[in-house]
């Protein structure tokens, strides 16, 4: 994954704060790269934990 692991919520957390960040012109220029990088992983992880959590709960249900 990332840094270190993280919880759905946390990393959830993360992403909204990018995003505030980039749509209010906080994020300087040098800055922006980064920050689409590291808010592409944490969507994909995002996506990857309510996938999982898709497919268990489908699983449950059968």
């Known amino acids: ?3 270190k692991q993280q ?3 946390q990393a959830l957390a993360e992403l909204q704060g990018i995003v505030e960040a980039i ?3 906080q994020t300087s220029i040098d ?3 980064v920050q689409v990088k ?3 992983e944490l969507l994909q992880y ?3 934990r ?3 959590t ?3 709960l489908n699983q449950l249900f059968e």
């Open 46 to 48: 995002c996506k990857g």
């Open 1 to 3: 994954m990332t840094k």
């Open 54 to 56: 898709t497919l268990t």
């Open 38 to 40: 590291r808010a592409s």
């Open 23 to 25: 749509e209010n012109g």
């Open 31 to 33: 800055d922006l790269e």
């Open 50 to 52: 309510l996938e999982g």
């Open 7 to 9: 919880s759905y919520e």
